[in-house]
């Protein structure tokens, strides 16, 4: 009897222990919050949030990334869905928000090895019904924190060695999702400073054919993400806050404190520079406006040299889609030199971005070249302007837009194009989209070599796409509970900026580099061909400029934008002297 009693009370002890240890298990796991700083070489450039719930059939991600410090968009958010049992996705969303309000986002859907999925940052989307992705594929980007935590959950840590995951790669381009193998690869347990302790990792590397090489840190006995390094990047995600219970697990384990150093200095050249040019924008008068456009009121920033005037102007139009950091610092330099120089400057907002009113997705070129229209008329009305001497200087699509427009009004001085504006038409110069369109992006998304069958695969579903935009009489498709604005990319696809080019009768001056994504060898000697009896169009070609002819650098202990010196000096000039020989660009 005694022994019985013994054993009884075990038991219950046992189960009493299990019952809360699942309680414990479900409080710990239920909902967790991972929080990362971004860096790159060296520097914060941003911040991450990841929410991790565990339902009873789901497993579901919520990231939230402050990209403030880089180029691209400053702010995106992601969902993430996935069945509990096989970790393998049902579904994904991802929305980046452009710098006035707009927003680019991709939506994935999967289901029995096949996925739906929309690309949208108007006028281009991309729409795909049914594409064959397998059924063990999970989602994966080098760059996404947040999708290292699916990959890192299937790893089984008790087998180490190299184990293999077949993944889909999303990309921020109207194409399908890339698909390739990645290796996980266990290479050694190490101590990683983060959250002013040494945290025990063992560390993996992340390899592809297609993606840059990642070492990627997990906690050696939690296994929640630590840190993710991209070498060839210079880029590093380092983990700041764990979720409580997990944090207290290991600080068990953990070691003195380690602080990390990482080198602050910036060029004194530059900084001197920087300096200078602070200054002188603080001399700047600077004027918010409205103006009416199409019935509906537009926002705007007027800039103006510091004098009596009448000053020659410029009138900035952006580029299609959502305003990345990237482009609005870039047109900021720009507008801040031509100020130095005296030239006075407008920037105007798009319908729905800023404070302009419209709807951003509705934006076709008619209503394009309506709005450049009248932001040109409102400038050319505000007294220290000189209303003889207006320029328009577009980049990218909106060069194309400026040089249309210039050709329609006839009290532009001229235009300026700033980066190559994409061209799907085969319009003499420009390129037909193909597999090197695809290879571009892929290129500009800082991804490697994929499978030739699976790209020419791929490219024939864009090209298909393409078509039926370009036959489509539609001005509006709905698709996964979006409304698409199919007039808008019918006419964008429908582009010829080199015949515009070719037909513009104003001065015009066109500055891109080597280094563009849309630019292929031999493009800059088939450019200066089709205009080399143009007299009033001059070229500029630089070896390379970057996407946004200009990068971040480290200055002050902020991430400031740094124009190429030679883009202000070449623009400006070319405005004020109709671009003179010494100008060449080279």
Same mark, same amino acid.
Request: glycine letters at 8%; proline letters at 5%.
């Given at each position: 009897?005694?022994?019985?009693?013994?054993?009884?009370?075990?038991?219950?002890?046992?189960?009493?222990?299990?019952?809360?240890?699942?309680?414990?298990?479900?409080?710990?796991?239920?909902?967790?919050?991972?929080?990362?700083?971004?860096?790159?070489?060296?520097?914060?450039?941003?911040?991450?949030?990841?929410?991790?719930?565990?339902?009873?059939? $789901?497993?579901?991600?919520?990231?939230?990334?402050?990209?403030?410090?880089?180029?691209?968009?400053?702010?995106?958010?992601?969902?993430?869905?996935?069945?509990? $049992?096989?970790?393998?996705?049902?579904?994904?969303?991802?929305?980046?928000?452009?710098?006035?309000?707009?927003?680019?986002?991709?939506?994935?859907?999967?289901?029995?090895?096949?996925?739906?999925?929309?690309?949208?940052?108007?006028?281009?989307?991309?729409?795909?019904?049914?594409?064959?992705?397998?059924?063990?594929?999970?989602?994966?980007?080098?760059?996404?924190?947040?999708?290292?935590?699916?990959?890192?959950?299937?790893?089984?840590?008790?087998?180490?060695?190299?184990?293999?995951?077949?993944?889909?790669?999303?990309?921020?381009?109207?194409?399908?999702?890339?698909?390739?193998?990645?290796?996980?690869?266990?290479?050694?347990?190490?101590?990683?400073?983060?959250?002013?302790?040494?945290?025990?990792?063992?560390?993996?590397?992340?390899?592809?054919?297609?993606?840059?090489? +990642?070492?990627? @840190?997990?906690?050696?006995?939690?296994?929640?993400?630590?840190?993710?390094?991209?070498?060839?990047?210079?880029?590093?995600?380092?983990?700041?806050?764990?979720?409580?219970?997990?944090?207290?697990?290991?600080?068990?384990?953990?070691?003195?404190?380690?602080?990390?150093? =990482?080198?602050?200095?910036?060029?004194?050249?530059?900084?001197?520079?920087?300096?200078?040019?602070?200054?002188?924008?603080?001399?700047?008068?600077?004027?918010?406006?409205?103006?009416?456009?199409?019935?509906?009121?537009?926002?705007?920033?007027?800039?103006?040299?510091?004098? @009596?005037?009448?000053?020659?102007?410029?009138?900035?139009?952006?580029?299609?889609?959502?305003?990345?950091?990237?482009?609005?610092?870039?047109?900021?330099?720009?507008?801040?030199?031509?100020?130095?120089?005296?030239?006075?400057?407008?920037?105007?907002?798009?319908?729905?971005?800023?404070?302009?009113?419209?709807?951003?997705?509705?934006?076709?070129?008619?209503?394009?070249?309506?709005?450049?229209?009248?932001?040109?008329?409102?400038?050319?009305?505000?007294?220290?302007?000189?209303?003889?001497?207006?320029?328009?200087?577009?980049?990218?699509?909106?060069?194309?837009?400026? +040089?249309?427009?210039?050709?329609?009004?006839?009290?532009?001085?001229?235009?300026?194009?700033?980066?190559?504006?994409?061209?799907?038409?085969?319009?003499? +110069?420009? #390129?037909?989209?193909?597999?090197?369109?695809?290879? +571009?992006?892929?290129?500009?998304?800082?991804?490697?070599?994929?499978?030739?069958?699976?790209?020419?695969?791929?490219?024939?579903?864009?090209?298909?796409?393409?078509?039926?935009?370009?036959?489509?009489?539609?001005?509006?498709?709905?698709?996964?509970?979006?409304?698409?604005?199919? $007039?808008?990319?019918?006419?964008?696809?429908?582009?010829?900026?080199?015949?515009?080019?070719?037909?513009?009768?104003?001065?015009?001056?066109?500055?891109?580099?080597?280094?563009?994504?849309?630019?292929? =060898?031999?493009? @800059?000697?088939?450019?200066?061909?089709?205009?080399?009896? $143009?007299?009033?169009?001059?070229?500029?070609?630089?070896?390379?400029?970057?996407?946004?002819?200009?990068?971040?650098?480290?200055?002050?202990?902020?991430? #400031?934008?740094?124009?190429?010196?030679?883009?202000?000096?070449?623009?400006?000039?070319?405005?004020?002297?109709?671009?003179?020989?010494?100008?060449?660009?080279?």
């Amino acid at each position: 009897m005694k022994r019985f009693t013994v054993l009884f009370t075990i038991s219950v002890l046992l189960i009493a222990a299990l019952v809360v240890l699942a309680f414990v298990y479900i409080s710990v796991t239920s909902h967790q919050t991972f929080n990362y700083e971004l860096y790159s070489s060296g520097h914060l450039y941003g911040t991450v949030r990841i929410d991790r719930y565990v339902t009873e059939d $789901k497993v579901i991600y919520k990231g939230a990334e402050d990209r403030s410090g880089g180029l691209g968009y400053p702010f995106e958010r992601q969902e993430l869905y996935l069945k509990r $049992k096989t970790l393998l996705p049902v579904r994904y969303y991802d929305e980046a928000m452009g710098r006035k309000g707009a927003v680019r986002s991709i939506s994935i859907n999967q289901a029995g090895g096949e996925t739906d999925m929309l690309y949208l940052r108007p006028p281009a989307f991309l729409e795909l019904k049914g594409l064959v992705t397998g059924e063990k594929t999970t989602l994966f980007s080098p760059y996404n924190v947040m999708l290292y935590m699916p990959v890192m959950d299937q790893y089984h840590y008790w087998r180490k060695g190299v184990q293999f995951f077949e993944v889909m790669i999303p990309v921020d381009a109207p194409i399908p999702v890339l698909r390739g193998k990645i290796e996980v690869r266990y290479t050694e347990d190490a101590y990683v400073p983060v959250m002013g302790k040494r945290i025990e990792t063992e560390r993996f590397i992340v390899a592809g054919d297609g993606i840059p090489e +990642a070492i990627v @840190d997990m906690t050696k006995y939690a296994h929640a993400l630590v840190s993710v390094e991209i070498p060839k990047m210079k880029s590093r995600a380092i983990l700041t806050e764990l979720p409580g219970k997990i944090e207290k697990l290991i600080n068990q384990f953990a070691r003195e404190f380690i602080p990390v150093q =990482s080198d602050t200095a910036a060029p004194a050249a530059r900084g001197a520079a920087k300096a200078a040019l602070s200054e002188l924008a603080k001399k700047v008068k600077r004027e918010n406006v409205f103006f009416e456009s199409g019935g509906s009121l537009l926002s705007g920033c007027l800039m103006v040299p510091e004098g @009596d005037g009448p000053f020659p102007a410029v009138v900035f139009v952006s580029d299609d889609g959502p305003v990345t950091r990237g482009e609005e610092s870039l047109l900021g330099s720009i507008a801040e030199a031509f100020c130095a120089k005296g030239i006075a400057v407008f920037n105007f907002d798009d319908p729905g971005q800023g404070k302009s009113q419209g709807v951003f997705r509705e934006l076709d070129d008619e209503r394009h070249l309506e709005n450049i229209r009248a932001a040109f008329a409102f400038v050319g009305k505000h007294p220290l302007v000189a209303k003889d001497n207006i320029s328009l200087v577009g980049f990218r699509g909106g060069g194309y837009l400026a +040089a249309k427009a210039a050709r329609k009004e006839i009290s532009v001085a001229g235009s300026v194009i700033l980066g190559l504006p994409a061209t799907f038409s085969g319009d003499g +110069a420009g #390129r037909d989209a193909g597999e090197k369109y695809i290879y +571009a992006y892929v290129k500009a998304a800082d991804l490697g070599q994929f499978d030739p069958g699976y790209i020419k695969t791929i490219n024939d579903l864009v090209q298909n796409q393409m078509e039926n935009v370009r036959k489509s009489g539609d001005d509006i498709v709905f698709f996964m509970r979006k409304e698409l604005p199919v $007039k808008a990319y019918r006419e964008y696809l429908l582009r010829k900026p080199y015949a515009e080019i070719v037909a513009s009768e104003k001065p015009l001056l066109v500055v891109f580099g080597k280094d563009d994504t849309n630019f292929y =060898s031999g493009l @800059d000697d088939k450019l200066k061909s089709m205009f080399s009896e $143009k007299q009033n169009v001059k070229i500029a070609v630089f070896r390379s400029l970057g996407a946004h002819m200009g990068d971040m650098e480290w200055y002050d202990k902020k991430w #400031r934008f740094r124009v190429n010196p030679e883009i202000p000096r070449l623009v400006s000039g070319w405005i004020k002297k109709n671009l003179p020989d010494e100008a060449s660009g080279k």
